[in-house]
């Protein structure tokens, strides 16, 4: 049973897909796991999604309710979706966002900062610094207007950020590789990482703590796609392929693909398929070479005329390691979607790459990053996938119960946690903890989260967008 009724509607994930990067060292604990061969018939707690905001969600309700039976259902292999697909990192936009925003992401990025080091979390997490580079004159104009008030309204969270304009020396453009640009902005707070790999460590961490629990327990089922849900008078119907599952309360954590099972988010979270490449390193951006590797990570803005949309190309550099063939080193670059078919938007299946993007990203970055390599050269890639985000139709993620306006009857017991309009990294953590608050019933994740006003689903924010 599949419930189809919009146009507009996500598919499931597809059965298969483009080889990430982050996926060529799975989980072995993971791979095709199901904690018990067949489905429960019932549970308290089932969790649509295995990505950041999924596995977090479950991690912080055993935290608080350790007697919760916890199922969640995955399409496909764990964190195969959008958390396992992207650039490597976590930044929150401090300098683009209004405050309330700009504050919680960089309490996401804390989080997440001080849960790796406090656990030793494996997953390549690198402390930097976040270099925004602009190059187009009224963008730069627009975002430094929008810093000032920042500044003038908020100086302690602005203290996280510094204007480089083309007249500044220390640091100037140049030294930062970007020389081309016509300004940037610093964000003392970022890092690199292996998302995959700080996942499969908070879904390994939860199966180990619950297997020998007398009391509640958590249970991973991964190629088990949800295919509909359906109100009943003991809570949500969950149907499978494998069979159905009673579960008295549901958390849909599947981003782009929200719309599958909630047919009238079709307009509100809207499916977008990004391109990603892992660059082979140039010579000059190698450890041998005088040149030393980046110390930043970068997001590179401008205005495509062809397409009318803001282009934000990012990279990353992967450490340096004595321990692989490749020496690591590689140059996680994404973006490009103004060369994709229809910019990407629409499109619910990772399966293919876009020709074009790919060709963009293998030749791009030589042209807006310094990084001594000859302008005209195509760098070679070990890696090039796609990975689908959701775009939500006001820029903000929707948290909460689900209202009568957004169909299948509306609240008691299902909720959504979804739309990062890939910015996810710093916003999914937390926002999956106050979901877990509103399910147990402590209120709109206000008091333990702080959760921006601008995120939480009600019937103001879904007429106001919907129409009505």
Not at 61 to 81: N, P, S, T, V
Not at 222 to 250: C, I, S, Y
Not at 382 to 397: L, V
């Amino acid at each position: 049973m599949i419930a189809t009724t919009t146009p507009n509607q996500a598919s499931l994930p597809t059965a298969t897909s483009t080889s990430s990067f982050w996926h060529k060292d799975p989980s072995v604990a993971l791979l095709d796991h199901r904690t018990t061969a067949t489905l429960p018939t019932c549970t308290d707690v089932l969790i649509i999604g295995s990505g950041i905001t999924g596995s977090f969600a479950a991690h912080f309700l055993r935290q608080k309710d350790k007697e919760k039976h916890i199922l969640m259902l995955e399409a496909r292999e764990a964190c195969w979706g959008a958390t396992g697909r992207n650039g490597g990192h976590c930044q929150p936009a401090i300098y683009a966002s209004p405050p309330e925003i700009g504050a919680f992401e960089l309490r996401n990025f804390r989080f997440l900062k001080d849960l790796v080091e406090e656990n030793s979390i494996q997953c390549d997490w690198v402390n930097t610094q976040g270099i925004h580079s602009y190059y187009d004159e009224n963008m730069f104009k627009t975002s430094l207007q929008h810093f000032r008030v920042l500044e003038k309204m908020f100086p302690k969270l602005a203290k996280n950020v510094k204007v480089i304009t083309k007249d500044l020396r220390s640091p100037s453009l140049a030294d930062l590789r970007v020389p081309r640009a016509v300004g940037a902005f610093l964000q003392v707070n970022a890092a690199g990482l292996w998302p995959y790999k700080l996942i499969c460590w908070v879904l390994e961490n939860l199966l180990s703590s619950s297997k020998d629990s007398e009391v509640g327990d958590f249970n991973l089922q991964t190629n088990t796609p949800v295919t509909q849900l359906q109100k009943v008078d003991e809570g949500w119907m969950v149907h499978t392929p494998r069979g159905m599952v009673l579960a008295r309360k549901v958390v849909v954590a599947t981003n782009a693909y929200t719309s599958h099972l909630l047919p009238k988010m079709s307009n509100l979270i809207v499916p977008v398929q990004g391109e990603m490449s892992a660059l082979i390193p140039p010579a000059s951006a190698r450890p041998s070479s005088s040149s030393s590797s980046l110390r930043r990570t970068y997001v590179f803005h401008n205005h495509d005329l062809n397409n009318d949309i803001h282009q934000d190309d990012y990279l990353i550099q992967r450490p340096f390691t004595t321990t692989s063939l490749s020496k690591g080193g590689e140059l996680m670059f994404g973006g490009g979607r103004q060369y994709a078919a229809q910019a990407g938007v629409g499109v619910s299946d990772d399966s293919f790459t876009s020709k074009t993007a790919a060709s963009y990203l293998r030749n791009k970055l030589n042209n807006v990053l310094d990084i001594s390599a000859i302008p005209s050269e195509e760098l070679k890639a070990s890696h090039e996938w796609t990975g689908i985000m959701g775009f939500s139709r006001d820029e903000r993620p929707w948290v909460g119960e689900v209202t009568e306006e957004l169909g299948l009857g509306g609240a008691d017991g299902l909720f959504v946690c979804a739309g990062f309009t890939g910015h996810g990294m710093p916003n999914s953590t937390l926002s999956a903890k106050a979901i877990v608050e509103m399910l147990l019933g402590n209120g709109n994740g206000q008091e333990e989260v702080d959760l921006p006003s601008s995120y939480r689903v009600n019937p103001d924010r879904v007429k106001v967008l919907v129409g009505g």
